[in-house]
């Protein structure tokens, strides 16, 4: 599982000539989740978190945070005035039409 994590981190890690990169994982029929490489944008939490992170639902509303590791497995997601969400970091390793719905814990 560390090496999973240790994949994520080098795709989604940034540098000043990096090209900005996404990972995508569907979380329901209705949401998508994409993680980024890019700086998280929300002032307040953008010290404790890295990376931006957006939620698209099917009738086109988005849902912004911001994305951190939160241990060896997991990556830990801070949504905008909201609630928080920790999903296995390996679920945006696996192609979006393959992906089996996993229970986040909030």
Known sequence: MRFIIALIALIVSFSANAEVKYLHYKFNDKVVITISNVDCPIPGIKQQYDYAVIASRI?????????KKEDEDNIKIQWYKGDVTVLPANVFLVNPEQAVPVKPTL
């Open 59 to 67: 009738d086109g509303e988005k849902l912004i945070g911001c994305y």
